[in-house]
């Protein structure tokens, strides 16, 4: 079992930035991929930005070039870096965790961007 925590989200005006964290309860070392998700009201999850235990990084062409995502190994923790925010980025923000075949997800942290 792996609980995720999500952390960091709230309002922010178009342009501005805000950085998620996740924290795991155990070593994200062996997860095959951390992912952030969201889910937008009356829209499906979307992947935002995924990384695997070797490095490979992966964005959607809605986020890239705005959102960075990182992990810190001995922290447990993934970020989500998200630069230059738009009013369309609102949404509940999800952590996800690939662990032996198994996915874990976090609670979700809600992201308004609004003026």
């Known amino acids: 079992q792996v609980q995720l925590v999500e952390s960091g989200g709230g309002l922010v005006q178009p342009g501005g930035s805000l950085r998620l964290s996740c924290e795991a309860s155990?070593?994200?070392?062996?997860?095959?991929?951390m992912g952030w998700y969201r889910q937008a009201p009356g829209k499906q999850r979307e992947l935002v930005a995924a990384?695997?235990?070797?490095?490979?990084?992966n964005y959607p062409d809605s986020v890239r070039g705005r959102f960075t995502i990182s992990r810190d190994v001995a922290k447990n923790t993934v970020y989500l870096q998200m630069n230059s925010l738009k009013p369309e980025d609102t949404a509940v923000y999800y952590c996800?965790?690939?662990?032996?075949?198994?996915?874990?997800w976090g609670q979700g942290t809600q992201v308004t961007v609004s003026s």
């Open positions: 990384i695997t235990n070797g490095g490979s990084i």
């Open positions: 155990r070593s994200i070392f062996s997860a095959r991929t």
């Open positions: 996800r965790a690939e662990v032996n075949t198994h996915l874990y």
